[in-house]
């Protein structure tokens, strides 16, 4: 006996992509409802070689559905998701809503498998940042080892992660970059977005980070270990899919560059490209499509006494969004619910 999946947010970029991944890992599913608003009533979406039509989120009853994925942002999980929750069906949320709550666990299943069993308090279970996800996988077998004291970390975050209109935005603009006349002036980022990168993600705070920056923080805490002391500068750049992050880490113990790319190399999610050549090492269109997040450019930073550089890709809709949240349900199986 499988289970009874609901995604909800199924026409949108992380949605589709939840489908598609929950399609590829034969995810034990009797059935998969996709749920989107009113106006996309009956837009057809692929789930591996089955076409769904979408169902009204505001009519469906979540009543005797095993989980949720959501990816419809804040205001709207605000909205349907504790009517799931009470429902009795298990919310993994995508948005930014929950994750800050102490009593809703914040999961990356390679990093903090044991935060599931906290869902029961809420039945609701939070998905991180995109570019938290990522950099946590690699900081946590390090951690392990030799105690991670600060992270510096400077992201590389593609336009994918702003939605489908910032997608279309740097096409256009980069088109019009090349037919006079046709230029198109920024509507979704401050400044143009093509050919340019821009140090500003969500919107600013009083002590001068970025929303975005200061997720990175608060959820390396809540993941990993509150412990770590983390600082952010994060920065959208022109490219579709694939986050990007140049991280310096300071370890209370001092770990060789050569055992931290051992470590790397037998963690789970992780692939080490790390050649010291041109081209040895992973960028960010290698890795759309791919499950793995890739760590490459190990090196000892010398300037400190026990420091390691590393720079580490991955695909912002998978491991980012999409990927997690299955990883997710597919812990939550696994590990407490043992249906499939």
């Not at 998905?127 to 900081?139: D, I, K, R």
């Amino acid at each position: 006996m499988g289970y009874r999946i609901a995604v909800v947010g199924a026409t949108g970029n992380v949605g589709r992509e939840m489908l598609n991944i929950l399609a590829e890992r034969e995810f034990p599913a009797d059935e998969v409802a996709a749920l989107a608003s009113r106006r996309s009533l009956g837009t057809e979406v692929s789930f591996g070689d089955k076409t769904l039509k979408t169902q009204d989120l505001d009519r469906f009853d979540f009543t005797g559905w095993d989980m949720a994925l959501f990816a419809i942002g804040s205001e709207a999980t605000r909205q349907y998701a504790p009517k799931a929750a009470k429902a009795g069906c298990v919310v993994i949320d995508n948005s930014s809503l929950y994750r800050y709550d102490p009593e809703i666990p914040l999961i990356v299943p390679e990093v903090n498998p044991q935060a599931i069993h906290g869902y029961a308090r809420k039945n609701i279970i939070a998905n991180p940042n995109c570019s938290t996800a990522q950099m946590v996988v690699a900081l946590k077998p390090l951690h392990d080892r030799a105690r991670i004291k600060r992270v510096v970390v400077s992201t590389y975050q593609s336009v994918s992660g702003s939605g489908k209109e910032a997608m279309d935005e740097l096409w256009q603009q980069t088109k019009g970059m090349y037919v006079p006349g046709q230029e198109v002036e920024p509507s979704v980022y401050p400044k143009q977005i093509a050919f340019n990168v821009i140090p500003h993600i969500d919107v600013f705070m009083d002590d001068g980070q970025t929303k975005e920056e200061w997720k990175m923080v608060a959820e390396t805490k809540k993941i990993v270990d509150p412990a770590i002391k983390v600082t952010a500068t994060c920065v959208r750049v022109p490219v579709f899919v694939g986050h990007s992050e140049a991280v310096n880490i300071e370890f209370e113990d001092f770990l060789d560059e050569d055992e931290a790319r051992d470590i790397l190399r037998e963690a789970p999610g992780i692939m080490v490209v790390d050649k010291r050549e041109a081209g040895g090492y992973v960028t960010p269109v290698e890795c759309v499509g791919d499950y793995a997040t890739f760590i490459s450019r190990i090196r000892q930073d010398s300037t400190i006494d026990n420091g390691i550089n590393l720079w580490c890709v991955s695909d912002n809709l998978r491991k980012g969004a999409a990927l997690n949240a299955v990883q997710i349900a597919e812990l939550l199986g696994r590990e407490v619910l043992k249906k499939g």
